[in-house]
């Protein structure tokens, strides 16, 4: 079956300080990745999506970047926090939109706060 | 305007109560939907998919009307363990393969 694991879980990291936040899937091959991070009592905001290694699409213009450098590994980061980069942030995976099944499945998430 | 559109709540039902959740979305090319389901500081969990037909999972039932763009959720003989927030999700392939999210629905369930 496959498994998404995403880390750290939580975080605490001051104004100006870079950032790493990584995502692993098993089981499954040539998933389609994302990176969402929902704000304090709100929606999913879509960061980033890849469809394969080292094809990203960015959605919202920021301060952070994604990278793919394996087919199961998608890595969110930042040079320089800024106050409002603090919130949820979850990875996901989906299978690619032809075949069947396609839903999304979420990582554990990792509660960032800059402080 | 936003893809997904939902009622944010906050729905405070009593235990056994039946409550409905709606959602619209503006994508008429929208391909799947589904219904998530979020609890306190966790990861949305998907809940039930949605299809035209109409579909039912125990005391959940999901339903889609393509014409006007809508999903429901019925949630019939509610229980202390139904409180959580409920994501209404909408698949669309046609600009790579992106799924939106409404900003949920907020329901607790009063003993």
């Known amino acids: 079956s496959q498994t998404i694991h995403q880390w750290p879980a939580t975080l605490v990291q001051p104004v100006g300080s870079p950032l790493s936040l990584e995502c692993t899937v098993e089981?499954?091959?040539?998933?389609?990745l994302y990176w969402y991070r929902q704000a304090a009592g709100r929606g999913l905001q879509l960061l980033f999506y890849?469809?394969?290694?080292?094809?990203i699409s960015s959605e919202v213009p920021q301060n952070l970047s994604a990278s793919r450098p394996q087919d199961r590994q998608f890595i969110l980061s930042s040079k320089k926090l800024l106050l409002s980069d603090s919130g949820f942030y979850l990875c996901?995976?989906?299978?690619?939109?032809?075949?069947?099944?396609?839903?999304?499945?979420f990582g554990e998430g990792s509660w960032l706060t800059v402080v | 305007r936003k893809e997904v559109e939902q009622d944010p709540g906050p729905f405070n039902v009593p235990e056994g109560a039946t409550v409905a959740f709606n959602c619209t979305y503006s994508?008429?090319?929208?391909?799947?939907f589904f219904w998530y389901r979020q609890d306190c500081r966790k990861e949305p969990k998907l809940l039930m998919s949605v299809y035209s037909s109409g579909n039912e999972d125990g005391r959940f039932t999901a339903q889609l009307n393509r014409a006007s763009q809508y999903i429901s959720l019925l949630i019939r003989d509610s229980k202390l363990s139904d409180s959580a927030t409920y994501l209404c999700?909408?698949?669309?392939?046609?600009?790579?393969?992106?799924?939106?999210f409404g900003t949920g629905t907020s329901l607790t369930v009063i003993p």
């Open positions: 999700v909408v698949n669309s392939v046609g600009s790579g393969n992106q799924f939106y």
């Open positions: 089981g499954t091959s040539n998933p389609n």
């Open positions: 890849s469809i394969g290694i080292g094809q």
């Open positions: 996901a995976w989906s299978v690619p939109p032809l075949f069947s099944g396609n839903t999304i499945y």
């Open positions: 994508n008429s090319a929208s391909q799947s």
